[in-house]
């Protein structure tokens, strides 16, 4: 019965913007998170990079920030990527974590990793030429 409402709840969040929004930002913040320890970076030396403070990239990481476009380029390109940008089908962002472990709790099998993330950070490298994908 818990588990019928609960998707009802989602079902019903995912009509409303603010759900999609900070679908995003979570995205975003999980997808520089991987770039910067991939890096070896620190809060503080990304902060640094960009000029900014580390408390504001704190802020970033905890889903507070409205980015901006440029804000976005800026972070991922001082973690060592760069931000791609997408727009995508809704219908498979709806097979989400929740979906797949709610399969799992009735005994079937979960589907297998779906592209419903609308923000990537891809590896990047410089060049003299500028940016290229690795």
Do not use: C
């Not at 995003?24 to 913040?29: E, I, N, S």
Request: a positive charge; charged letters at 25%.
């Amino acid at each position: 019965m818990a588990a019928k409402s609960l998707r009802r709840y989602l079902a019903d969040a995912k009509k409303d913007d603010r759900y999609w929004i900070e679908h995003t930002k979570l995205d975003f913040a999980v997808a520089l998170e991987r770039r910067r320890r991939l890096s070896g970076l620190s809060y503080a030396a990304m902060a640094k990079t960009i000029g900014t403070s580390a408390a504001y990239i704190t802020k970033i990481f905890r889903g507070d920030a409205n980015l901006t476009i440029e804000s976005m380029v800026k972070l991922a390109r001082a973690a060592g990527g760069q931000v791609n940008i997408r727009i995508i089908n809704e219908r498979p962002a709806i097979d989400t974590w929740l979906g797949a472990a709610l399969r799992l709790e009735a005994g079937q099998q979960a589907p297998g990793p779906t592209s419903g993330t609308v923000v990537h950070i891809n590896n990047y490298r410089g060049s003299a030429k500028g940016p290229v994908a690795a």
